[in-house]
């Protein structure tokens, strides 16, 4: 990572929102994903990514929003690089909180972003509002009053899709694979071993996976461990710990795949999400 790149990050211990301030020139993320909806404004530059098969620009005070598992990376195209603002958000406890403030929400459906990118000056004011309140520790009633804001502003940019498992959306032979790696996450799975799981043969499956995900399994797999290794590591456990919880060959080895996603080591992110010491 450049010396002129930089990260700042909290996680809120009420809501465990993350927010996360960051600072990047050239490369910043290889293609990754998370399991939190992501919501933030560019503030400086120009922020570039790849998702759901397009190329976006960011320019600042557009905003960003992100689905749980939506697969992207992140780039500077130009010299001064780009900075932003982002809140991590759990979506267990984003759809508890919107089913409690606003009735009309509807049952046995999941919040859903009809575009990744957004120029409501109204939303990015209360996403950066929130932010600050969160990233600063603000009172705890200045806080719930900015999440509140926001929550109440973001209903206008989302859309219930209804939860369906199979997702119509996708091949069946993709999904099958995609439940098989959440089940075995911590083993070593084969490829022949997953293709034999969704009774097709690896090459068939290696192609329906990356059309579907955007990825070939190894990398979604990888992808899903990372997500895993961050909730145990904002748990408190340690880094050798979670590295041998879910199957990475060591500490050195989790560590260079969780640098590779988040430009944070394992050690560093645990610190600023459970308060103890390395």
Same mark, same amino acid.
């Given at each position: 990572?450049?010396?002129?790149?930089?990260?700042?990050?909290?996680?809120?211990?009420?809501?465990?929102?993350?927010?996360?301030?960051?600072?990047?020139?050239?490369?910043?993320?290889?293609?990754?994903?998370?399991?939190?909806?992501?919501?933030?404004?560019?503030?400086?530059?120009?922020?570039?990514?790849?998702?759901?098969?397009?190329?976006?620009?960011?320019?600042?005070?557009?905003?960003?929003?992100?689905?749980?598992?939506?697969?992207?990376?992140?780039?500077?195209?130009?010299?001064?690089?780009?900075?932003?603002?982002?809140?991590?958000?759990?979506?267990?406890?984003?759809?508890?909180?919107?089913?409690?403030?606003?009735?009309?929400?509807?049952?046995?459906?999941?919040?859903?972003?009809?575009?990744?990118? *957004?120029? %409501?000056? @109204? &939303?990015?004011?209360?996403?950066? $509002? #929130?932010?600050?309140? /969160? =990233?600063?520790?603000?009172?705890?009633?200045?806080?719930?009053?900015?999440?509140?804001?926001?929550?109440?502003?973001?209903?206008?940019?989302?859309?219930?899709?209804?939860?369906? *498992?199979? %997702?119509? @959306? &996708?091949?069946?032979?993709?999904? $099958? #694979?995609?439940?098989? /790696? =959440?089940?075995?996450?911590?083993?070593?799975?084969?490829?022949?071993?997953?293709?034999?799981?969704?009774?097709?043969?690896?090459?068939?499956?290696?192609?329906?996976?990356?059309?579907?995900?955007?990825?070939?399994?190894?990398?979604?797999?990888?992808?899903?461990?990372?997500?895993?290794?961050?909730?145990?590591?904002?748990?408190?456990?340690?880094?050798?710990?979670?590295?041998?919880?879910?199957?990475?060959?060591?500490?050195?080895?989790?560590?260079?795949?969780?640098?590779?996603?988040?430009?944070?080591?394992?050690?560093?992110?645990?610190?600023?999400?459970?308060?103890?010491?390395?």
């Amino acid at each position: 990572m450049s010396s002129r790149n930089w990260i700042d990050f909290t996680q809120d211990a009420d809501t465990g929102i993350e927010s996360i301030r960051a600072h990047f020139e050239g490369h910043a993320y290889d293609p990754h994903w998370h399991d939190s909806y992501l919501v933030g404004v560019t503030e400086q530059g120009v922020q570039q990514f790849n998702c759901r098969r397009e190329k976006h620009l960011s320019t600042p005070g557009k905003v960003i929003l992100l689905e749980p598992g939506e697969i992207h990376d992140g780039y500077a195209p130009t010299e001064e690089g780009f900075t932003y603002s982002m809140l991590y958000i759990d979506p267990q406890w984003l759809e508890r909180e919107l089913h409690a403030l606003f009735e009309h929400a509807p049952a046995d459906s999941t919040p859903s972003f009809a575009s990744i990118l *957004n120029t %409501d000056s @109204r &939303l990015a004011g209360a996403i950066f $509002r #929130a932010f600050q309140t /969160l =990233h600063q520790g603000d009172l705890r009633i200045v806080r719930q009053t900015a999440i509140d804001d926001l929550l109440g502003t973001m209903t206008r940019s989302l859309q219930w899709r209804k939860r369906e *498992n199979p %997702d119509p @959306r &996708l091949p069946l032979v993709a999904q $099958r #694979a995609r439940d098989y /790696l =959440h089940a075995h996450y911590d083993q070593d799975i084969g490829l022949d071993e997953l293709a034999q799981a969704c009774a097709v043969d690896r090459f068939r499956l290696s192609r329906a996976f990356k059309s579907a995900f955007g990825v070939a399994p190894h990398a979604y797999l990888i992808q899903l461990r990372l997500a895993k290794a961050r909730q145990r590591l904002a748990r408190g456990e340690s880094p050798a710990e979670v590295a041998s919880a879910l199957g990475f060959a060591d500490q050195s080895h989790l560590g260079r795949w969780f640098r590779r996603a988040y430009q944070l080591t394992p050690a560093d992110y645990r610190r600023r999400c459970s308060k103890l010491p390395d």
